[in-house]
């Protein structure tokens, strides 16, 4: 014998029941939601415009602030390059007025990278007669700048080049053979050239 099948006690039966005229509640309404955009969906997008703007802008300052620290300003500049002729030039004539006489070459090599143009030239043709009168009377100097400014400074815009002029106060120390030392105090107007190697004097004389 062959058993009917069960017919499902949640499913309606009569003028509502499937078959009956009557199609099912909802069978042809497409799934709530489906062509409808997402607010959430709308509020990310805009969410992540916005945090785009804030890091652009962030980035933009931070950028500015770095590019505004590393290029020293002109007043900065100068003072830099000031600082370093009055340095330079304060070592170079204590250089020029001190030599020991146990070791004239060495002094004169010294002088030599102290120096630039006509007054480095002078030096070189002074050489031989300055050594042996050094060597001859045996006197050692040891010279000191006491006090020394600057005059003119005048510098390039990318700081290559340079000329500046200085006064200098020198007491210098003299011994002589026989170990009896006497102070004297020398007046010095400097010319000073900016080469490749730094601040070089180019000419001295006495003021």
Request: charged share 10%; proline share 6%.
């Amino acid at each position: 014998m062959t058993r009917l099948p069960r017919i499902p006690a949640s499913l309606p039966t009569g003028a509502g029941a499937p078959g009956a005229g009557s199609p099912p509640t909802g069978a042809a309404r497409p799934p709530t939601g489906a062509a409808r955009p997402s607010a959430g969906a709308g509020r990310r997008t805009w969410t992540a415009a916005w945090l785009a703007v804030v890091v652009a802008a962030v980035f933009a300052a931070w950028a500015g602030a770095q590019y505004a620290s590393a290029a020293p300003s002109p007043a900065v500049s100068a003072g830099q390059a000031r600082d370093a002729a009055l340095s330079a030039g304060t070592r170079e004539i204590a250089d020029l007025d001190t030599v020991s006489a146990h070791s004239v070459a060495r002094w004169e090599q010294r002088w030599l990278g102290d120096t630039t143009g006509a007054e480095h030239a002078l030096i070189q043709q002074s050489d031989p007669a300055a050594a042996a009168q050094i060597t001859r009377v045996k006197t050692s100097s040891v010279a000191t700048v006491t006090d020394a400014a600057l005059t003119a400074l005048t510098v390039s815009p990318g700081g290559q080049t340079g000329t500046a002029r200085m006064i200098a106060i020198v007491s210098v120390v003299q011994t002589n053979a026989a170990g009896v030392s006497d102070t004297v105090a020398n007046r010095y107007l400097a010319a000073l050239t900016l080469t490749t190697a730094g601040w070089k004097i180019s000419s001295l004389t006495g003021g």
